[in-house]
């Protein structure tokens, strides 16, 4: 069945860094692919989004790209904050109606000053 | 996009009860879902919730225990029935917008049960 592999974390950064998350997907045809994130003691928030092939989502500052060849949809951002620590989710959608979401197991992000 | 509203935001409950979850959306959609998220853990469906009929489970997740209702296209609930303490998580309701994607979460609820 379709499946959403994220890298462990948790990944810590200082304030400015770089930052990639990777996420590699396994699905039959053509999934839709997110990034939501999940604040201390929140619920979900929509991060991004890519429907097709070679679409990049962006959103505050981070990136990712639909990557067929790779089945990949790593999130980037170039000088991350404080503010962004969370925990960051990939997940994918199948495009029959109704499919829910399949979700990768997460990846804490922590920002220091 | 849709706001969802779910209630309670959190509780504290007694092994052996049952807890009835909200969530109320602002407007129509065509799909709800309810998740569970363990702690420290990503989200799993429990099931879908179909408007007028019985809900739709997940592998591993059965209608006695997680009895679902959805009687319009903007309400449904969820219960967890007979809790224990392996129940403890945080239950979040989903929505999917007449078509369009993605789908958006309500806060969740975050049950402990003692």
């Known amino acids: 069945g379709d499946s959403v592999t994220q890298m462990e974390g948790p990944v810590t950064l200082s304030e400015e860094a770089f930052l990639t998350i990777n996420c590699t997907y396994t699905a039959t045809g053509y999934p839709s692919l997110f990034w939501y994130v999940q604040y201390p003691g929140e619920g979900l928030q929509l991060l991004l989004k890519a429907t097709k092939a070679d679409d990049k989502g962006s959103n505050k500052g981070f990136e990712a790209t639909y990557r067929k060849e790779t089945t990949s949809f790593h999130l980037e951002k170039g000088s991350v904050q404080v503010s962004d620590s969370a925990v960051y989710f990939c997940?994918?959608?199948?495009?029959?109606?109704?499919?829910?979401?399949?979700f990768g197991k997460g990846t804490t992000l922590s920002v220091s000053s | 996009s849709a706001v969802i509203s779910q209630k309670p935001s959190r509780d504290i409950c007694q092994r052996g009860t049952s807890l009835t979850i909200q969530c109320q959306v602002d407007?129509?959609?065509?799909?709800m879902f309810w998740y569970r998220q363990q702690p420290g853990q990503s989200l799993t469906l429990i099931a879908t919730?179909?408007?007028?009929?019985?809900?739709?489970?997940e592998s591993g997740f059965v209608i006695d225990k997680f009895p679902i209702s959805r009687p319009n296209l903007t309400f449904s609930t969820l219960t967890v029935s007979n809790m224990s303490p392996e129940d403890s998580s945080i239950y979040l309701c989903?929505?999917?917008?007449?078509?369009?994607?993605?789908?958006?979460f309500g806060d969740g609820t975050r049950l402990s049960i003692l």
């Open positions: 919730a179909n408007q007028g009929s019985e809900a739709t489970y």
């Open positions: 997940a994918l959608s199948g495009n029959q109606a109704g499919t829910a979401l399949i």
């Open positions: 989903s929505v999917k917008e007449q078509g369009g994607q993605p789908q958006h």
């Open positions: 407007s129509q959609v065509t799909m």
